[in-house]
């Protein structure tokens, strides 16, 4: 493609008053554009048409604009991404907000910026979308309330779905449940589950097809082409789907380890799933001997948020012992139900139920702690609370003790302990011989999915064996792109909840499908019709693009040779910052097009302005530096920024690229990483971190201090940090002196 | 943690309280909002907070064996905070009832006053007894001549039935109020910062001045209302010692002129009385933002209160007419009321009196009082 340039500066929200625009337009001259203009009001309908002229009249495919930040005015310079590259400078968030106007410094960052950005867009190609019929059906794993909601929703929305339910019959734990919780106004009475009739409308449904007593026996492919392997019945079957839905549910904690509570010891001691149970086969009774309840005691958070169990809290035990008390009062007028909780957590609008709860004459609430139990000669439980409202130790006599054991995901397998599981993946620690000698690796469990993927077997989980993704920004996201985790295997939820995420997942997953045969990107790139182009033939097969990339994408061949699956990749360029061969590479995002914009800064000679390039993620750091220009929050001149789809796409060659042309730091804003990780990639800026631990041996070999390179992790409303930052790093790179290589 | 404690929720307990105008009691979730609003909650263990949770599980014999629910004053700050509509106000109000009830003696005067559906049986005794007695003795009947109370009504009598009724009210009443010392002494483990007496004294003196309901601040004006009421009630009790003394020393006999200082006196705390009833009745009538509601035990009270005036006024007034016919009846009704107000006190809200003095003297003693 013939690249055909126009420049279009705009002079409006200050940035004529700043800076010198002539001189913007000379330092264009360099690159030939074919156009260079200048407007005052470049987002009104006459500047954009004004572009619009230019590709009309002159031709132009490659357009920079030098406004306003790229994440404002999307909607005005639109212009077909396929035919044309577009490139936003931030002379606005990014350069007049920030700094003193008419200032020298202020514009030779501004110059930097321009000459930056007409490289990038230089160096740029339009996208070459794999556009392909894929298949659409939805194969949703698990049929409990979450997976029935999903499937329904999936048909509803004229889809296909396929159901593979473990167990003989669908229902899941919904058909366990004497009652469930009330799901209206005033939030008071119990209700009969209406799992039944969920159960008919998924049977009837001719779009849905269902495998009871089926397992997955494999999943291989990519979105829009899994092949799902289904044993049922002594039979396999393999068929293809466009995406999964991940609805494998729950099993209670194992109440024998809760022998310190009484389980196991005293025959009146129960959990509330064996409480459920026993609701709904004749009624309340002490298993002891058969007796009446007169007298209830729950327990909450058995074995929960505790270091020895579950460290955390399943968030529906309150509500269930709640309404089990009702169970209690509802068999008995003048029996008590006592709930001794550590903190009563009744999220949303069951507040209104615990109210309704509270209001019961027989059932008593209590902040306590349980400091013993004791039984008597008939079988009933003296149980010793240290009562915090009444601030006493109480005795409570009661014929029926309930434990209110928390959730566990089935992604944990019966025989693992949810607080001792193996990070990423479930799975045992071996030893393994290779040539350098005896290696301790991870050996990845098949539980459910038995993806055919390089890195396992299994999604990736967080800690206690949950799914890994955002918890609070794409809740349903998993680290394997087309498949969404819903309901109580994504975390601990009551069955409304379950219903609701059913129905999100399954909604995420059509997006899915319908994005992946676009040939675009599902979030968080939403969109993108880039692809990463590997030059296999330079290829050393290190495998660090394999094992790297947070999503699973690449598979190997026997060699170690990365395998592509495209529709897999969700775009963030952490396999092109792994690669020391420089071989990944995406058509307007490249290696060699950050080192060609670095070589477009002009570093100053003078040794008391050090020059720092800043390395930003888009999703946090660029927002929170837009918002410091919003707030025109001043910070040094000395910083030119380049914004980075992840801070995990950080090539260590541009580090070197920098500090060889004699700039004296680096730094690195990206999301936090950790447990409470902000990274839109999940292992983006985390990679990066990593990664910055071995840039030693590149500044060593360049003879630099490793203190010249950093990386920050910065929130994105944390932008009134970002002076601060600034200033404590340029003092730090003051200390340490100017770049030897400068001037070279 | 304090002494170890069994619990068994008396169920029944907390049904009553709740029919009794502590409906919202079980609304508390123990936020603690009320100790802190509440002006005259010491430091030391305050209340309503804890009375809240004792309640809601049923714990009758720790409520009434502190002192806490006879020192509140029901100034309502803790209503009109609380943020669950718990009422604490109100709860307490109904444990007081609900004491009276339990600590009357014999038990079935209890029963008799407290509950409100009683009230007409409860007025119907008196009246019948004095119908009987006028009746037996040949009373019955409108007297000739100048309207002389005493000509259907001989004071001996008055004073036989009177005497004999309120002295045994009275010896119930204390044995019910030695029975709430003992119970409130019994458990003492922190021994005495102060001696019985003097803080009688210094509680009784807080009482005159009311100092302790200016505290009150969400419902300043219950404090006005209040003390008019009990002063009216002390005005009264002096002017019935004065008019006994007439009676029996100078032998003046009522009818009394109007011009007597004794007179002066008496209409003038019966005006005292009838305006401070008005203002109670005003207070719990008009809505000042406080959610509270009265209970039907705590409007009896109020009624008979404002009845007993109306009725005393109305007697001087019919009599001063001349009409015999309505003086004669009039004078019997007012009779009627006088004898539920001074024979039932201490199964009415009047058993308050003895019951919060014995309260805050005993909360003087253990140093758990608030400064007035």
């Known amino acids: 493609m013939e690249k055909k340039l126009g420049v279009y500066i705009c002079s409006d929200c200050g940035i004529g008053d700043s800076l010198d625009i002539e001189g913007l337009q000379n330092a264009t001259r360099k690159y030939q554009p074919a156009v260079c203009k200048t407007h005052p009001f470049l987002c009104s309908q006459e500047g954009v048409q004004l572009i619009k002229d230019d590709i009309q009249n002159e031709g132009i495919n490659t357009i920079v604009i030098a406004a306003c930040s790229q994440r404002v005015n999307q909607d005005v310079f639109d212009f077909d991404p396929l035919t044309y590259v577009t490139e936003r400078v931030n002379l606005r968030e990014h350069v007049v907000w920030v700094q003193p106007p008419g200032d020298e410094n202020t514009q030779l960052m501004a110059v930097d910026y321009l000459r930056m950005g007409i490289t990038r867009a230089m160096k740029a190609l339009p996208p070459e979308p794999k556009k392909a019929e894929l298949e659409k059906t939805i194969l949703v794993v698990g049929g409990g309330v979450a997976g029935l909601s999903a499937a329904l929703e999936t048909a509803k929305a004229g889809y296909k779905a396929v159901i593979v339910e473990k167990a003989g019959e669908l229902g899941g734990w919904a058909k366990k449940m004497h009652r469930t919780l009330p799901s209206r106004p005033p939030y008071a009475e119990l209700e009969p589950p209406d799992i039944e009739g969920k159960i008919r409308a998924v049977e009837e449904n001719p779009d849905i097809r269902v495998y009871t007593n089926a397992s997955i026996e494999a999943i291989d492919g990519e979105p829009g082409m899994f092949d799902v392997t289904v044993s049922s019945s002594g039979s396999s079957e393999t068929f293809r789907v466009g995406a999964v839905v991940f609805t494998i549910g729950w099993k209670p904690y194992d109440a024998t380890k809760l022998e310190d509570q009484g389980y196991g010891r005293y025959k009146n001691v129960i959990t509330n799933v064996e409480l459920e149970e026993m609701a709904n086969n004749g009624g309340l ?9 007169q007298s209830a005691v729950f327990i909450q958070c058995a074995g929960q948020r505790d270091e020895n169990h579950l460290p955390y809290c399943s968030s529906v035990c309150c509500l269930t012992s709640l309404k089990q008390a009702k169970y209690v009062r509802d068999s008995n007028p003048d029996a008590g139900a006592f709930i001794i909780y550590k903190d009563m957590r009744t999220p949303g609008l069951y507040e209104n139920f615990y109210r309704s709860a509270q209001d019961d004459e027989g059932i008593f609430l209590t902040k306590g702690e349980v400091l013993g139990m004791e039984e008597n000669p008939d079988g009933t439980i003296n149980v010793k609370v240290d009562n915090k409202l009444l601030g006493a130790v109480t005795t409570i006599k009661a014929d029926l003790v309930v434990l209110a054991t928390g959730m566990v995901t089935n992604m944990v397998p019966e025989e693992r302990e949810p607080n001792n599981l193996t990070d990423e993946f479930i799975g045992d620690i071996v030893e393994k011989q290779t040539q350098d000698g005896i290696v301790k ?89 880039t692809f990463p182009e590997f030059r296999l033939e330079s290829c050393t097969q290190c495998r ?56 477009e800064i002009d570093v100053p000679e003078d040794e008391d302005f050090p020059l720092i390039v800043g390395f930003i993620c888009e999703n946090d750091a660029y927002p929170a530096l837009d918002m410091a220009g919003i707030n025109r929050i001043q910070y040094p001149p000395n910083f030119r920024f380049i914004s980075l789809r992840c801070l995990g796409g950080t090539n260590l060659v541009w580090i070197a690229d920098v500090l060889s042309k004699g700039a004296d730091g680096v730094i690195l804003i990206g999301c936090k990483f950790g447990d409470d990780y902000q990274c839109h990639f999940i292992k983006g800026s985390q990679m990066a971190n990593e990664r910055l631990g071995k840039v030693q041996e590149t500044l060593s070999r360049l003879m630099l201090e490793a203190d010249r390179v950093e990386q920050v992790q910065l929130a994105i409303n944390e932008y009134d940090r970002l002076p601060e930052i600034l200033d404590e790093f340029i003092e730090k790179v003051k200390e340490i002196g100017p770049n030897p290589y400068k001037g070279f | 943690m304090a002494e170890e404690t069994v619990i068994s929720p008396d169920i029944k307990f907390i049904r009553e309280l709740k029919e009794t105008g502590g409906e919202t009691l079980k609304k508390c979730y123990q936020c603690a ?15 309503p907070r804890k009375e809240m949770v004792m309640a809601q599980w049923g714990m009758k014999e720790e409520i009434f064996s ?72 040949g009373h019955l009947g409108i007297p000739e001549g100048r309207i002389v109370y005493s000509k259907l009504f001989p004071i001996r009598y008055i004073e036989v039935i009177f005497l004999s009724a309120v002295g045994l009210a009275g010896v119930a009443y204390l044995t019910s109020l030695s029975r709430f010392w003992n119970r409130l002494t019994r458990v003492n483990g922190r021994g005495y910062s102060k001696a019985f007496v003097p803080a009688l004294v210094e509680t009784i003196t807080e009482f005159l001045k009311h100092s302790k309901f200016a505290k009150c601040e969400a419902n300043r004006d219950r404090k006005n209302g209040h003390l008019l009421v009990f002063y009216g009630f002390v005005g009264l009790f002096i002017t019935t010692l004065w008019i006994t003394f007439y009676y029996y020393v100078p032998k003046i006999h009522s009818p009394i002129p109007l011009s007597d200082p004794m007179k002066w006196f008496g209409n003038l705390s019966a005006l005292t009385l009838l305006t401070g009833s008005l203002i109670v009745i005003a207070n719990r009538t008009k809505d000042k933002g406080i959610n509270t509601r009265s209970s039907s035990f705590d409007w009896t009270f109020v009624i008979m209160v404002l009845l007993v005036c109306v009725t005393g006024i109305l007697t001087e007034l019919i009599r001063l007419a001349g009409i015999a ?29 003895g019951y919060r003095t014995l309260a805050i003297a005993y909360s003087k003693m253990t140093a758990r009082d608030v400064e007035a």
């Open chain 2, 325 to 353: 016919a309505l003086a004669y009846p009039m004078y019997l009704v007012h009779l009627t009321f006088v004898f539920y107000i001074i024979v039932y006190f201490p199964y009415s809200k009047l058993a308050h009196m």
């Open chain 1, 544 to 599: 660090r693009c394999t094992v790297e990339c947070p999503f699973g994408t690449l598979d190997e061949d026997e060699k170690g040779t990365p395998r592509e699956h495209p529709y897999r990749c969700r775009r963030c360029g952490v396999c092109m910052g792994a690669c020391p061969q420089r071989i990944v590479n995406f058509k307007n995002y490249s290696v060699d097009m950050i080192s060609s914009m670095l070589k």
């Open chain 1, 441 to 529: 690796e991870l050996e990845p469990q098949s539980i459910v999915l038995n993806l055919k993927y390089r890195q396992g077997p299994e999604l990736p989980h967080l800690r206690y064996g949950f799914p890994d993704s955002h918890f609070i920004c794409f809740p349903y996201e998993t680290r394997r792109t087309g498949i969404y985790a819903a309901g109580a295997a994504r975390h601990p939820m009551d069955m409304a909840s379950a219903e609701l995420d059913g129905a999100g997942a399954a909604l995420k997953a059509i997006q899915c499908v319908e994005l992946t045969s676009q040939g675009k990107s599902v979030h968080p790139r939403a969109g993108d019709q």
């Open chain 2, 66 to 137: 502190s002192p806490d629910i006879w020192t509140c004053h029901n100034c309502n700050d803790c209503s009109k905070y609380c943020p669950r509509g718990a009422r604490p106000g109100d709860v307490l109000g109904a444990l007081r009832q609900r004491f009276i009830k339990e600590a009357a003696v014999p038990g079935f005067m209890g029963n008799l006053v407290t509950e409100p559906k009683m009230t007409l049986v409860a007025l119907a005794i008196p009246l019948l007894l004095f119908l009987v007695v006028l009746g037996v003795t």
């Open chain 1, 285 to 293: 009774k002490r298993p002891s001997d058969g007796g009446a309840v």
């Open chain 2, 33 to 47: 909002t009320c100790s802190v609003v509440c002006p005259i909650s010491p430091d030391d263990r305050p209340f």
